[in-house]
């Protein structure tokens, strides 16, 4: 059951990108040097000597400065990336003119092939993704979606891999309004070589991109001694950090300067400059955020595999078929199990359903701080032409919500793998 609006007309997610023309891509690359201005940053480049466009330019994804540090790294070659619908909020002509490829976050949409043909094959640009989808929530990598493989078998060109070090420190997803005095750092590699993609199999070229993917922003920190000194570093980190190690209590976390504490039992972290964390009595459950976040994860794992996961709420709902403004759906109710999301509403008198099933699921769009429609914590259910933005009342939970898709998606990978092994034993 569709949403009843008014005007059904929704914003053309097939449309071919553009060409980005060479002005194009020198004006990109002028105002990505302008954005810099007064940042520290550095490139480095390993076995790109000989690396010609076309090629497949993967990228891990911290913040906006991925873009202008990517688009500065790969010129003169022109890039046309693979962006998503709310990126496009507003800016639809800018986006369209700067060869950006549209997608609703976590759907599966078959025009995306043709896209990249077009880019490959026909301009002989690069293809830049950021196969993560989203602004990592702990400085570590997260999924990859197996089809990864697959596109870049596919595609037959050279694979080129952008890992970034320090934006998520300078400007964490859970706090981005207060940047933090941390240099920034990209470390460019070609990992595949087309001659050689065509003798690998899909499962090698996953496990090589995935090998090459793999960064952790705390380990980094420490390794390069960068001493993060702002008072207020470790504000919004319970967004992330939402149960609490010691009395197992969820969504009552809450932090202020230097310091993560629990409101139910009153236990309390400090985050020092290094990025370390230290209980201020007791014992110390983890060394850093990503070995917590990590246990949160198994946390909800346990709670799939017994059958007891379970979730559901009233949500304020905003959603946006096209791309000049967000429509106000009123107040709908979400629910989350093993199956999938269920979005319930009723609009302009009539009611409404969407479903989006668990299989096609590799993890979900979550904001702690929304900056096109509210500054508070929001999940993003697309399907492939609508995606609702919902507010829940309950406050905190949508880290949950992201570990729970993305821990099935994860149960089906090893469900399928386990049945095609067996497959194979049998014969
Ligand atoms: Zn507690």
Redesign the pocket.
Same mark, same amino acid.
């Given at each position: 059951m569709d949403v009843n609006y008014k005007n059904n007309r929704r914003y053309d997610t097939d449309k071919p990108p553009r060409k980005v023309g060479k002005f194009i891509n020198f004006l990109i690359y002028t105002l990505s040097k302008i954005a810099l201005t007064g940042i520290d940053y550095k490139i480095e480049k390993i076995g790109m000597e000989d690396v010609k466009a076309p090629y497949i330019y993967l990228s891990n994804h911290m913040y906006f400065v991925d873009f202008e540090i990517n688009a500065i790294a790969n010129y003169p070659y022109s890039i046309n990336n693979v962006a998503t619908i709310d990126g496009y909020y507003r800016r639809p002509f800018l986006m369209e003119l700067a060869g950006c490829i549209c997608k609703r976050k976590f759907t599966t949409d078959m025009s995306l092939f043709a896209s990249i043909r077009k880019v490959l094959d026909e301009y002989g640009d690069i293809l830049g993704m950021y196969p993560e989808a989203r602004y990592t929530p702990i400085g570590t990598t997260a999924i990859l979606p197996e089809s990864l493989g697959i596109m870049i078998k596919r595609a037959g060109v050279d694979v080129v891999v952008g890992i970034h070090h320090g934006n998520y420190l300078h400007t964490p997803f859970w706090n981005y309004r207060k940047k933090r005095k941390v240099p920034l750092y990209l470390r460019m590699e070609k990992i595949i070589d087309k001659e050689e993609l065509k003798e690998m199999s899909v499962a090698e070229i996953n496990e090589r991109v995935r090998n090459a993917m793999q960064y952790n922003e705390y380990t980094y920190q420490k390794e390069n001694n960068i001493h993060i000194t702002e008072p207020f570093r470790a504000e919004g980190l319970h967004k992330v950090l939402y149960q609490?190690p010691?009395?197992l209590?969820e969504s !009552?976390m809450n932090s202020k300067g230097t310091k993560i504490f629990?409101e139910?039992?009153? !236990?309390s972290w400090e985050l020092t400059e290094l990025g370390e964390l230290v209980a201020e009595d007791g014992v110390t459950e983890f060394a850093t955020p990503p070995e917590w976040f990590e246990w949160e994860r198994k946390q909800v794992r346990r709670q799939l595999e017994d059958g007891t996961y379970h979730f559901e709420d009233e949500v304020e709902v905003y959603s946006l078929p096209r791309t000049m403004r967000f429509e106000k759906l009123g107040m709908g109710k979400l629910t989350h199990t093993t199956e999938g999301f269920t979005l319930t509403g009723n609009y302009r008198d009539r009611d409404y359903e969407i479903t989006r099933n668990t299989k096609t699921l590799y993890g979900v769009h979550v904001e702690y701080d929304y900056c096109y429609i509210k500054p508070h914590d929001c999940i993003d259910i697309s399907t492939l032409d609508d995606s609702f933005y919902c507010y829940p009342k309950k406050q905190n939970v949508i880290t949950k919500l992201s570990f729970a898709v993305e821990e099935m998606y994860d149960m089906q990978v090893n469900e399928r793998r386990r049945r095609k092994s067996k497959k194979e034993g049998n014969e």
């Open positions: 609490c010691h009395c209590t !009552k629990c139910e039992c009153g !236990k």
